[in-house]
Antibody, heavy 118, light 107 residues
Framework: QVQLQESGPGLVKPSETLSLICTVS????????WSWIRQPPGKGLEWIGY???????KYNPSLKSRVTMSVDRSKNQFSLNLTSVTSADTAVYYC????????????WGLGTLVTVSS | DIQMTQSPSSLSASVGDRVTITCRAS??????LAWFQHKPGKAPTSLIY???SLQSGVPSKFSGSGSGTDFTLTISSLQSEDFATYYC?????????FGQGTKVEIK
């Protein structure tokens, strides 16, 4: 059974960089697209972007200027960096796997709350 | 971006009830629609993909239908473990977008 686990700081200061890692267990990171999705408190879900196991990426245009994703196949991990954060970036951040051949998500992490505050 | 509108945003139902949730896309998405369930403190779980295909391991009380812009998720007989929030997601085009969720509560 594939499991995903998000990790990283729960508190980030405004204007700094939010950095999260997703660790994949129970399966290989190879062959799949891996997404980051977030949900601000009381609001809807927002797809941030994906990274393919090979390293290619696609980002939501709304966040593209501030987002970078990377993958470490040796550790079965992928990561998210979001720069110049503001309070609007406070959210629960989820990592998820896109199923093979279609862009719906068959496995999700539990999510991690990141608060942007000084 | 394709906007996904779910209704209702919440509903109260009793065990054994038949429940229907709708999802409307702002433009046609063929059958590129998924439904998933989210319970507090747990990872979201996939229910339906391609609008009507049941994800492996999901009980047959869940069913999906629709094509184009209008879709439904039906739970044929609600059980206690089904009280959760349900979301639709389109994957016809990027950026992927989600409905705002339907919270199913106990009456």
């Amino acid at each position: 059974q594939v499991q995903l686990q998000e990790s990283g700081p729960g508190l980030v200061k405004p204007s700094e960089t939010l950095s999260l890692i997703c660790t994949v267990s129970g399966g290989s990171i190879s062959g799949y697209y891996w997404s980051w999705i977030r949900q601000p408190p009381g609001k809807g879900l927002e797809w941030i972007g994906y990274i393919y196991y090979s390293g290619s990426t696609k980002y939501n245009p709304s966040l593209k200027s501030r987002v970078t994703m990377s993958v470490d196949r040796s550790k079965n991990q992928f990561s998210l960096n979001l720069t110049s954060v503001t309070s609007a970036d406070t959210a629960v951040y989820y990592c998820a796997r896109e199923t093979s051949g279609a862009a719906w998500h068959d496995y999700w992490g539990l999510g991690t709350l990141v608060t942007v505050s000084s | 971006d394709i906007q996904m509108t779910q209704s209702p945003s919440s509903l109260s139902a009793s065990v054994g009830d038949r429940v229907t949730i709708t999802c409307r896309a702002s433009q046609g998405i063929s059958n590129y629609l998924a439904w998933f369930q989210h319970k507090p403190g747990k990872a979201p779980t996939s229910l339906i993909y391609d609008a009507s295909s049941l994800q492996s391991g999901v009980p047959s009380k869940f069913s999906g239908s629709g094509s184009g812009t209008d879709f439904t998720l039906t739970i044929s007989s609600l059980q206690s473990e089904d009280f959760a929030t349900y979301y639709c997601q389109q994957y016809s085009s990027y950026p992927l977008t989600f409905g705002q969720g339907t919270k199913v509560e106990i009456k």
